[in-house]
Nanobody, 121 residues
């Protein structure tokens, strides 16, 4: 069974940095797009960064120039480097991965459990 396990959240001051990690485990055939989302109480979950299988990236306007998404194919992992953090970045961050696994090998989307990021002013 495929699982996504996140780590790296925490409390940081304005202007600080954090690096989120998300590792996929289980029987995985291939991984396509990988994404990070974030959500604050009472609001919808919004995509923050996307990394395609071809290596293209896309960022939400609010984080462009400050956040960087990357992947390690050997570890089935995706990362989010967050710099120059602001209180508005406070949220629960979720990783999201499209992958294929046996026995069906159909493309399915999996979510991490979420990790809290809090930026103090």
């Amino acid at each position: 069974q495929v699982q996504l396990v996140e780590s790296g959240g925490g409390l940081v001051q304005t202007g600080g940095s954090l690096r989120l990690s998300c590792a996929a485990s289980g029987s995985i055939s291939s991984i396509n797009a990988m994404r990070w989302y974030r959500q604050t109480p009472g609001k919808q979950r919004d995509v923050v960064a996307t990394l395609t299988v071809g290596g293209s990236t896309n960022y939400a306007t609010a984080v462009k120039g400050r956040f960087t998404i990357s992947r390690d194919n050997a570890k089935n992992a995706v990362y989010l480097q967050m710099n120059s953090l602001k209180p508005a970045d406070t949220a629960v961050y979720y990783c999201n991965v499209d992958l294929r696994s046996p026995p069906n090998y159909s493309l399915e989307r999996y979510w991490g459990q979420g990790t809290q990021v809090t930026v103090s002013s």
